[in-house]
C-alpha cells in the first residue's frame, strides 16, 4: 500500500476531483466492471469508463487495487444525539424532527465517513410510539449538502420498550390504540402534520417491530389503514417474509455481531429469498460504524447473496429511504459519494483507502490535511 | 443421551389441506347422535362426511371428538394483557398483542384445543374487546375467527387492585386514579354506559369507544363479565337488569350458589379453571374453593363452558374436563362445555363445535377415552397440526 | 407401640382378624385376582387368594392363586363391588412442615419429628387420596437439611404417625438460597473433612484412654482388656450433633440427595460415595436431571422424581421447544423410579393421576404402578412391609372404586394395619368441597 500515491496536500479543489480509476468498480446497478475510472463532473458522478487506463493529469486518481463501491448508507442510526432523540414524557411526538438535533461536526459523523459510511438516518429513538420524523444525512462533505431528505421517514415503535414506565400505554393493545388514536386524531383538523402526511401515504412510517407479535400488528396497522411501511429491529422478520413482501414492507436488519443468534442472522436472507427490500443498520452510536459491513458480512455467512448484501448497503438502502435518485449507486447523475476499498467491503479484511463524498476526498488512509473549519474531525487510524 | 430430548413437530406449517379419513371406535359429533366405529371425512378444510370417509390419508384411534373450545382464554397475548393506564377503554383489541407465535397456543394445540376466546385481563372495568382464534394454522391471519369478538369487563376487586386513592402527597402516577374499592368498580361500569347513552343523545359520532359500548347496548356485540364471588355476580345481573344488558360471566367461582338463578335469566358460564388444591386461597376473592361448580352449574341447566385460564400445560383444557367429570359433570355435558357450548358462547357455532357436514375440520382423534387419552392427532381447518406418529417422542416410545 | 397407639385412637375392633372380599385385587406384585378375598390378621396381611365356597370342588391350577377359607371370628369388609389396591407410598415430600428448611446451611441434627404438623391438610388430604405412607423430610434448600421421617397420615401426633424414625438423612448438592454451586461444594467437603477430623480426635482420646488403661492395670497387675480401634468409639463419646453424621458415613442411615440439574448428579455421586453412603442413597431429581440418567444408571441408586413429568426445553439455536418424558428416559434404562406429589396443577397432586400420565406417555402399566407403591417402598427400606398385596405385609389396603388410573376413580375406604381408617361417606370435607357451602348439611347420626 505504500505504492499509493501519496495524496499531494492541497490537491486542487477548485478543479475538483474528475475521476477514479480501479481494480474494480462495483456500480450498485448491474454488474461489477474490471478496470474501470469513475468520471465526476462537481460533486455529481459523470458516468463509467470501461476498459480505462490509469491517466496521468489533474483530478484524476488511480488506485489499481482498489474496489470502488457507492457509499454506505446506515439505514438507522442515532449519530451525535443519541440522548436527544427521544422524548420521554409524551409516548407520541410525531412532530418532532430528527433534524432540529443533527450536528454535523459531531465526531460519530466523522467516524462513520471513515468507515466508508457516506450517509445515516438519523432517526428517533425506539422509546415513543410515534417518536417523530428521521432525517437522512451525510455523513461528510460541505456543510451546505448534508441533509439530503429532512422528512424522510416517521418512526414509530411497537416494541415493548416503548410500554415501559408510568406512561400511556403499558400494554401491545394499548400502543396500537394509541397509534390509531394519533392517526384519527392527525386526520382531523388541526392534528399532527407528520401524521397526515405519513396516514395519506407521503410519508412512509419506519417502525421497531421486535416480537413476531409486533410485526404481525404492525403489519396489520399498516394494512388497516393502507400506511407504506418498513420495519427495524425486527430480527425474526425473516420468518414472516412471505407476509412481508405482500405487503410491501421493507426491512432494516441489523446490527449484528458475534453474539447474535444464528436465527436472527439468517433472517436477511429469508426477506431477500422472498423479495422484500432490506438494508442495514448501526444504531450508531451504539454501535461502531464498522458493524455496518460486518452486519452484512455475518448475513451473507448465514446464507444472504453476496450481491444482496452490498445492494442492501447502498442502493437498496437509499431506494428504502427514499433517495435512490441520489444516491446509492454509481448511475451519472447521482451524488459523487463513494468509497475506495482495498478489496470487496464484505470480506472483514477489507479497509476503505480513500472515501469521497459530494465528489471531494473527505478521508483518504495516510493522508493528513489541515482541518478546515465546519470540516469533520477526522484522526488517523491505520489498520 | 441428548437424542432423546426430541424437537416436537412444528405446527402449522405443515402442507396445506389434505384429505383425510378420520375412523374411530367411537364418534362424538355432539351436536348429533354417538357414532360406533364410523369415520368422518375431511375436504378443503371443512368436514365434507359424517358417518363416511373422504378418502385420501387414514386416520384410526380411539376416540374423535370436535376441537375443543376454550372460552376464556388468556393464552397468546405478548406483554400485559391489561392496559395499566386507563380503566375504561373499550375499543383496545387484543388482536393487536397477539403473539402469532406464541408458545402457549402451541402447547394448546398439541393438548387438542383447536378454538379460544383471548380476552384481556381484569384489571380495567371495560378492558376491551378480544379475540376469537384458531391455536394452529397457516398465519394469524387465517387463525382469526372473530377479529373483534366480545367486550370484556371486570367487577370485583381485580380493578381497583393496585390503584391508590389521592389523600396527601402529589398524585405522580397513573395509579392515582379510581377505582379504589368494588363499588368504585361499578360505579365507572355504569358511568361508561351513562356516557354512551348521552353520547347516542347529543346525536354525536366518531368515538369508537363509545360506538363499541352502544353496540353492547343494542344487543349487536356480546359482553362478558368477570365475575368470581357471589355478590359480584349478582351485581352483574342486577347491572344487566339496570342497563338492558345481556350478559355471560366467567370466573364465576361461586356461580353455584346462585345456578338456578343463572339457569332461569339464560345467563351462560365460563366456569374454570377448577383449583389445583381444596384449600382456601390465602388473597383470593373466594373464601371457599368448590370442587364441583360445574357440576352443579350443568345440573342447574346453566349453558356452560370450561377454561383452563392461562393454564396452558399438558393438562390444560382436557385436563379441566377429566377433573370436572371427576367433580360430578357427567362426561357428554363435560364434553359439550368444551365443544358445542363453547361454541355457543362465543357465536361461532355455526364454524367449530361438533362434528357436522361443513363445519370446519377442527378434529381431535384420541388414543383411547377423550380427555383421559393423549391426542393421536389434532386437525385445525383440514390441518394435521399435530401427528403423534411424526411426534419423535412418541415415535421413540413405540421402539421405532 | 405403634398397634397400641392405633387401638387407642382408632374406633371399632383393633387387631384381629379381617378379610376383605374384593371384587378384583390389582396387588402390584403378581397376577390381577378377580374375586378374591384377602386374610389380615394384627395388621398383617396372611394370605391372598380366592374364596374357598362350601360345597364345591374347584381344583386350583397351577400359577394360579390358592383358595381360601374365611375364618368364621374374621371381621368381613365387603368391597365385592371394588378394586383392592395397595396404599400408595410417597418416598419424599416436604409438605405437612410447617417450614420446611432451616435457614442455618449445616443442620444434621435436627429432625422432623419436632416441626410436623399432624392436623395438616396436606395429611388428611393424602389418606383421602390414597398415599398411606409418606418420607417426610426437610426441604431442598439447605447443604445438609436433617433426618427425615416415614410418617402414616393418621394419628394425633408425630410418633403416632411415625411408621419408621429413622427415615434418612437430606443433602443438597445444588445451591441453597444465597450459594452457589460453588460454595455449596465447598460447604459439603469441610463438613464431612471436619466429621472425619472430629472422629479421628474421638478415636485418638479414646486410643489414649485405652493406654492409659493398660498402663494402670499393668500397675496394678491386673490383665486389662485391650479393645480393638473399630470397637473402641461407643454411641455415647460421640457429640449428640455429630451422631446423624456418623450414623450417615458408617451405613446407618439412608440418604436423600437433591440434584436440580442433571450437572448436580456427578457431585452427588462423588460425595455420596467419598464419605461411604452411596449404598444407601436415592437422588431426589429437578425436571432437567433427566439428562444425566446414565451416571445414575451406572452408579446404580434410585431415584426420586420433580412433581412436574414433563421437562419442556427451548433449543438454544432453533427456539423449537422440546419435550423429554422424564419417567420414561428412567423406565427404559431400568432405573427404579418413584413419583412425587405437588399442590401445583389439577393432576399432579395425587399419586395415582402422576402414574396415570406415565401410562399415557408411554410407560408400562406395571412400571407406573410400581413407582407409586413397591419401588418408594423399596426406597424407604420398607419393601418387606408395604407397596404391595403379599402375605407377610401390612394390611395397607385402599378399597377403589374403579381402577387405580382411572381419573373417575374414588378412594372408597382406606385400611391401614387393618383397620378402616378413612369412610368417603363419612367424609363431610369432602361432600362440601364437591356440593359447595350451601348444601345441606348431612344430619349427625343419620
Redesign the interface.
Known amino acids: 500500500m505504500a505504492l499509493l500515491v501519496p495524496l499531494a496536500l492541497g490537491l486542487a479543489p477548485a478543479d475538483g476531483l474528475k475521476g477514479v480509476f480501479a481494480g474494480t468498480v462495483w456500480t450498485g446497478e448491474g454488474s461489477v466492471r474490471a478496470k474501470a475510472a469513475v468520471l465526476l463532473e462537481g460533486s455529481r458522478i459523470r458516468g463509467i469508463e470501461e476498459g480505462a487506463v490509469p491517466r496521468e493529469e489533474p483530478g484524476f486518481r488511480t488506485w489499481p487495487g482498489g474496489f470502488v463501491t457507492p457509499g454506505l448508507i446506515d439505514a438507522h442510526a442515532h449519530l451525535g444525539a443519541r440522548a436527544d432523540l427521544a422524548e420521554d414524557t409524551l409516548s407520541t411526538t410525531p412532530e418532532a424532527r430528527a433534524m432540529d438535533v443533527f450536528e454535523p461536526s459531531h465526531r460519530d459523523f466523522a467516524r462513520a465517513a471513515r468507515a466508508g459510511v457516506t450517509a445515516a438516518l438519523l432517526s428517533p429513538r425506539d422509546d415513543n410510539f410515534v417518536g417523530g420524523i428521521a432525517a437522512l444525512v451525510r455523513t461528510a462533505g460541505p456543510a451546505a449538502g448534508r441533509v439530503v431528505r429532512d422528512e424522510a421517514l416517521l418512526k414509530a415503535s411497537f416494541g ?1 420498550v416503548a ?1 415501559a414506565g ?12 394509541a397509534l ?1 388514536r394519533a392517526i384519527r386524531r392527525g386526520k382531523e383538523e388541526g392534528g399532527s402534520r407528520a401524521i397526515a402526511r405519513a396516514a395519506r401515504g407521503e410519508l412512509a412510517w419506519l417502525a421497531h417491530a421486535g ?4 410485526i ?2 404492525a403489519d ?2 399498516a394494512r388497516e389503514f393502507g400506511l407504506r411501511l418498513h420495519l427495524v429491529h425486527a430480527p ?1 422478520a425473516g ?2 417474509a412471505a ?1 412481508l413482501k405482500e405487503g410491501g414492507i421493507g426491512v432494516v436488519c441489523g446490527p449484528f455481531d458475534a453474539s447474535t ?3 436472527s442472522l439468517r433472517s436477511p436472507a429469508a426477506l431477500a429469498g422472498a423479495g422484500v427490500p432490506i438494508a442495514f443498520c448501526t444504531d450508531g452510536p451504539a454501535h461502531e460504524p464498522e458493524a455496518l459491513r460486518l452486519s452484512a458480512a455475518l448475513a451473507v455467512r448465514a446464507g444472504l447473496d453476496p450481491e444482496r448484501a452490498l445492494r442492501a448497503l447502498t442502493v437498496d438502502a437509499a431506494a428504502l429511504l427514499g433517495a435512490a435518485d441520489r444516491m446509492g449507486s454509481l448511475e451519472p447523475g447521482r451524488d459523487a459519494d463513494l468509497v475506495v476499498w482495498s478489496g470487496n467491503p464484505l470480506d472483514l479484511g477489507t479497509r476503505p483507502l480513500a472515501v469521497i463524498v459530494g465528489g471531494e476526498i473527505v478521508w483518504e488512509e495516510g493522508a493528513r490535511k489541515p482541518r478546515r473549519p465546519g470540516e469533520p474531525v477526522a484522526p488517523e487510524v491505520r489498520p | 443421551m441428548i437424542g432423546a430430548l426430541l424437537a416436537l413437530p412444528v405446527l402449522g406449517s405443515g402442507p396445506a389441506e389434505e384429505t383425510f379419513t378420520l375412523r374411530a371406535r367411537e364418534v362424538h359429533t355432539v351436536s348429533g347422535a354417538r357414532l360406533e366405529d364410523s369415520s368422518v371425512g375431511v375436504r378443503d378444510g371443512k368436514i365434507s362426511g359424517v358417518g363416511r370417509g373422504a378418502g385420501g390419508r387414514v386416520l384410526e384411534g380411539g376416540s374423535l371428538t370436535p376441537g375443543l373450545i376454550d372460552a376464556a382464554s388468556t393464552a397468546g ?10 380503566e375504561v ?1 373499550p ?12 408458545r402457549a397456543m402451541e402447547r394448546l394445540a398439541r393438548a387438542g384445543v383447536t378454538t379460544v376466546y383471548v380476552s ?1 385481563g381484569t384489571r380495567g372495568v371495560i378492558g ?1 374487546l378480544g379475540a376469537v382464534v384458531k391455536t394452529a394454522g397457516a ?3 387465517t387463525r382469526v375467527v372473530v377479529p373483534a369478538a366480545a367486550l370484556k369487563a371486570a367487577m370485583g376487586d381485580d380493578p381497583s387492585r393496585g390503584n391508590i386513592p389521592i389523600r396527601f402527597g402529589t398524585p405522580t ?3 392515582f386514579r379510581r377505582p379504589t374499592s368494588r363499588m368504585g368498580v361499578v360505579w365507572l361500569f355504569r358511568k361508561a354506559f351513562f356516557d354512551a347513552a348521552a353520547y347516542r343523545e347529543r346525536g354525536r359520532s366518531g368515538d369508537e369507544d363509545m360506538e363499541i359500548l352502544l353496540q353492547v347496548v343494542d344487543g349487536k356485540r356480546r359482553l362478558r363479565l368477570t365475575a368470581r364471588r357471589l355478590n359480584d355476580i349478582r351485581t352483574t345481573l342486577r347491572l344487566a337488569d339496570e342497563l338492558g344488558l345481556k350478559v355471560e360471566i366467567d370466573g364465576a367461582d361461586e356461580a353455584h350458589r346462585c345456578a338456578e338463578e343463572l339457569a332461569a335469566r339464560e345467563v351462560a358460564v365460563v366456569a374454570g379453571p377448577i383449583p389445583t388444591t381444596p384449600v382456601r386461597a390465602r388473597f383470593a376473592e373466594v373464601d371457599e374453593p368448590c370442587l364441583g361448580n360445574a357440576a352443579l352449574l350443568a345440573k342447574a341447566g346453566v349453558l356452560l363452558a370450561l377454561t383452563a385460564g392461562d393454564r396452558d400445560g399438558e393438562e390444560a383444557l382436557p385436563g379441566q374436563a377429566l377433573f370436572a367429570m371427576r367433580y360430578g359433570l357427567p362426561f357428554d355435558a363435560a364434553l359439550r362445555a368444551v365443544t358445542l357450548d363453547a361454541a355457543r358462547i362465543l357465536g361461532v357455532e355455526s364454524r367449530v363445535g361438533s362434528i357436522e357436514e361443513g363445519k370446519d375440520a377442527d378434529l381431535v382423534l384420541w388414543e383411547a377415552a377423550p380427555f383421559a387419552s393423549r391426542p393421536l392427532a389434532v386437525l385445525i381447518d383440514g390441518r394435521l397440526v399435530y401427528d403423534a406418529a411424526s411426534d419423535p417422542d412418541a415415535a421413540a416410545r413405540e421402539g421405532r | 407401640m405403634i398397634p397400641l397407639l392405633l387401638g387407642l385412637l382408632a374406633a371399632g375392633p383393633s387387631a384381629g382378624k379381617v378379610a376383605v372380599r374384593a371384587g378384583r385385587i390389582v396387588p402390584v406384585v403378581g397376577p390381577e385376582i378377580r374375586d378374591g378375598v384377602i386374610l389380615i390378621e394384627d395388621g398383617r396381611i396372611t394370605a391372598v387368594g380366592r374364596e374357598k365356597k362350601e360345597g364345591t370342588e374347584e381344583e386350583r391350577r397351577p400359577g394360579e392363586p390358592p383358595f381360601l377359607e374365611v375364618p368364621w371370628d374374621a371381621t368381613a369388609i365387603d368391597a365385592s363391588e371394588q378394586t383392592v389396591f395397595p396404599g400408595m407410598v410417597e418416598a419424599h415430600s416436604f409438605r405437612g412442615l410447617d417450614r420446611p428448611n432451616e435457614n442455618v446451611p449445616v443442620t444434621p441434627f435436627v429432625t422432623v419429628l419436632d416441626a410436623i404438623d399432624p392436623v395438616s391438610f396436606y395429611f388428611e388430604d393424602a389418606l383421602r387420596d390414597g398415599i398411606t405412607t409418606i418420607l417426610v423430610i426437610p426441604g431442598n434448600n439447605c447443604v445438609i437439611g436433617g433426618q427425615g421421617r416415614v410418617l402414616k397420615p393418621y394419628g394425633r401426633t408425630a410418633e403416632a404417625m411415625t411408621v419408621k424414625p429413622e427415615g434418612g438423612m437430606k443433602l443438597s448438592v445444588s445451591p441453597k438460597s444465597g450459594f452457589t454451586r460453588l460454595s455449596q461444594m465447598a460447604e459439603l467437603r469441610k463438613t464431612f473433612a471436619d466429621l472425619r477430623e472430629y472422629r479421628e480426635r474421638v478415636l485418638e482420646r479414646k486410643r489414649d484412654e485405652r493406654e492409659e488403661e493398660k498402663t494402670k492395670a499393668e500397675r496394678e497387675g491386673r490383665k486389662s482388656e485391650a479393645k480393638a480401634d473399630a470397637d473402641l468409639v461407643r454411641e455415647d463419646d460421640l457429640d449428640a450433633r455429630k451422631r446423624p453424621l456418623v450414623d450417615l458415613v458408617e451405613g446407618r442411615m439412608a440418604a436423600f440427595v437433591w440434584c436440580e440439574r442433571a450437572m448436580d448428579v456427578a457431585h452427588a455421586i462423588e460425595v455420596a460415595r467419598e464419605n461411604g453412603f452411596l449404598a444407601r442413597t436415592t437422588l431426589v431429581l429437578g425436571p432437567e436431571a433427566w439428562k444425566a440418567a446414565d451416571e445414575i444408571k451406572a452408579c446404580g441408586r434410585p431415584v426420586v422424581l420433580d412433581a412436574d413429568l414433563v421437562h419442556l426445553e427451548e433449543d ?4 423449537e421447544e422440546k419435550r423429554a418424558f422424564v419417567p420414561r428416559v428412567f423406565h427404559e434404562r431400568g432405573i427404579p423410579f418413584a413419583l412425587q406429589t405437588q399442590a401445583s396443577t389439577l393432576g399432579s397432586r395425587f399419586l395415582w393421576y402422576q402414574a396415570a400420565a406415565c401410562v399415557r406417555n408411554g410407560v408400562p402399566r406395571e412400571a407406573a404402578l410400581r413407582a407409586i407403591t413397591i419401588t418408594p417402598a423399596e426406597i424407604l427400606g420398607l419393601g418387606a412391609r408395604l407397596g404391595s398385596i403379599e402375605p407377610g405385609k401390612d394390611a395397607n389396603l385402599l378399597l377403589l372404586t374403579g381402577d387405580p388410573l382411572d381419573a373417575q376413580t374414588w378412594v372408597d375406604r382406606v385400611i391401614l394395619e387393618g383397620e378402616v381408617v378413612y369412610e368417603r361417606s363419612k367424609d363431610e370435607r369432602l361432600r362440601r368441597l364437591l356440593e359447595g357451602k350451601d348444601a345441606p348439611r348431612e344430619e349427625k347420626g343419620k
Open positions: 415493548a410500554r408510568e406512561r400511556e400505554a403499558t400494554s401491545q393493545q394499548g400502543a396500537v390504540a390509531r416480537a413476531p407479535e409486533e404481525f400488528a396489520r396497522f425474526l420468518e414472516a407476509r443468534p444464528l436465527r | 397475548i405478548a406483554g400485559g394483557s391489561n392496559e395499566e393506564s386507563s377503554a375499543s383496545l383489541r387484543v388482536l393487536d398483542a397477539l403473539d402469532p407465535k406464541s384481556p376491551g398465519s394469524l391471519e402516577s397513573f395509579y | 438454544a439455536l432453533t427456539g
